[in-house]
């Protein structure tokens, strides 16, 4: 008879989209594609490493056998760390299965004035303050923009965003960068937010977002870029934007076999240059509203599909980059709640890794720091289902249950004040009495997330003052030296 005196009992609830056996035919699907039908790829380099590796090269386009693709897989690490620049470990990063981390999107060229309510164009400032808000933010476990820098020199709205973000921020950084030249001088400021090249290496504190072209297409800058941080051995994400019915097949089975092939251009290259460096997969599923030609990001499919995805790049030992808590509607409101939620909750039971465009507005147009912070509190409540149920002696409570017996109540019971703190408590979502809430002056959800919004830019100052001097003239210098490059570009 086992002692069963220590023994807990406890399972994070998930759910299933995917068969084994589909699972299987959309893997298999991916190396047919990359066999017969192969990739454009627009880098001569890139091109040349995957021929002395095997691969069957004619023009543009890049033909992988099975061996080379199982290769690449059977070297790309299962676990991966990130870190916040002043070793706060609470904001540490462990990639691995099964475990959700939700940030905000990068590049929407609009953004919600946190003042005026209005759409206008994304300034560097905003940079600043998203990064600020998303640091007091619990369930924002890394941060991007929300949108692309329009007011300062063209070409550099990435490095610019990353300066102020890393500045404003502990919580990890994902970047995304037109070029490799942006890439390298985001790695530069990385390393002076580290302290030294070898600190980055052990910690780094940022993730690179690179995204390859349906259908089928590695441009040169995305697959330079990969190859780049495959170099550098800085964590990355490679992953489309795949649009049902528009740049892949309308069938939903076909569309992740095409996504997962692009992505997989970009795994090879990784492994090829550096055995074992980071690739996350996956990218934003949607369909194409025939109707109205618009990329939905409300739509169900996209919480369908993000979750089969999932399912399929786990299969192939990968971690998923998928996408939540945006919408179609222009601004926040009861459309844009129901919205999110179901892409929230569809990522979190599906055990996705990193789930970004939390804040995503107008199909993805526009930037809204307001649907970043209401989703914060929908990401708190899945939390609470994605936690379970812990079952132990303990928690079965059969001995309270007999204390109190039938027709008692347990307020004063010893158990109840031990237990009663794990319960979630909102921070937005109103639980109060009709009375008080008439007290309180008749909010609604819309104000109460505005208010909280507004009082963590007030309030919430970041680290920006706690930055090292030394690393914080290196990057003004890192800005400056950028400055100097996109005039010469310009020149020639």
């Known amino acids: ?196 090249e070898d600190e980055f290496k052990k910690r780094p504190n940022f993730i690179f977002y690179g995204e390859p072209i349906s ?34 097949p309308a069938s939903h089975a076909g569309q992740l076999v095409v996504a997962l092939s692009e992505s997989m251009v970009g795994v090879i290259a990784s492994q090829l240059i550096n055995p074992g460096t980071c690739v996350i997969i996956g990218g934003v599923q949607s369909i194409l509203d025939m109707r109205r030609s618009i990329y939905s990001y409300g739509a169900p499919e996209l919480s369908l599909l993000s979750a089969a995805h999932t399912e399929v790049v786990h299969y192939c030992g990968l971690p998923m980059y998928s996408t939540s808590g945006c919408t179609d509607t222009k601004k926040m409101d009861m459309q844009s709640a129901m919205e999110a939620s179901l892409s929230i909750n569809a990522a979190m039971m599906s055990g ?51 204390n109190v017996g039938p027709g008692g109540h347990y307020l004063y019971e010893d158990h109840t004040m031990e237990h009663f703190r794990d319960y979630w408590m909102p921070t937005v979502m109103d639980r109060n009495s009709y009375e008080t809430w008439q007290q309180e002056g008749e909010k609604t959800m819309k104000e109460r997330v505005q208010d909280k919004t507004r009082d963590l830019i007030k309030n919430h100052e970041g680290p920006r003052n706690k930055v090292p001097e030394k690393a914080d003239a290196e990057i003004e210098k890192i800005l400056q030296e950028a400055e100097e490059r996109v005039k010469e570009e310009g020149v020639k």
């Not at 002692?3 to 998930?14: D, F, K």
């Not at 099964?98 to 004035?113: A, E």
């Open 352 to 402: 996705a890794n990193f789930v970004h465009d939390n804040g995503y507005t107008e199909s993805g147009l526009t930037g809204d720091i307001f649907q970043t912070v209401m989703a914060d509190e929908i990401i708190a409540m899945a939390r609470v289902v994605e936690g379970g149920v812990e079952v132990n002696e303990d928690t079965l409570a059969v001995e309270q249950i007999a």
């Open 215 to 248: 259908p089928l297409v590695s441009d040169y800058h995305a697959i330079d870029k990969c190859m780049y941080c495959a170099e550098h051995r800085i964590p990355q994400v490679y992953s489309p934007c795949a649009i049902g019915g528009g740049t892949v």
């Open 1 to 196: 008879m086992s002692n069963r005196t220590n023994y807990t009992v406890q399972q994070s609830p998930s759910f299933e989209i995917l068969s084994e056996d589909q699972k299987e035919r959309i893997y298999n699907g991916m190396m047919r594609t990359l066999q017969y039908t192969g990739a454009n790829v627009h880098h001569e380099g890139a091109r040349e490493l995957f021929k002395k590796a095997g691969c069957k090269v004619d023009g543009l386009r890049v033909f992988f056998p099975p061996e080379l693709i199982k290769q690449a897989l059977s070297t790309a690490p299962s676990v991966t760390e990130v870190f916040a620049w002043d070793g706060d470990e609470s904001k540490k990063i462990t990639i691995e299965e099964k475990r959700s981390y939700f940030g905000p999107g990068p590049t929407p060229p609009n953004f919600i004035d946190t003042e005026t309510l209005e759409r206008r164009k994304y300034m560097r400032k905003d940079a600043s303050l998203v990064a600020r808000v998303c640091d007091a933010l619990p369930n924002m476990g890394y941060v991007q923009s929300l949108g692309s820098i329009s007011d300062v020199t063209n070409g550099l709205a990435d490095v610019y965003e990353f300066a102020d973000m890393i500045r404003n921020t502990t919580t990890p950084i994902m970047s995304w960068a037109f070029g490799k030249d942006g890439v390298h001088e985001q790695h530069k400021m990385a390393i002076a937010m580290a302290g030294s």
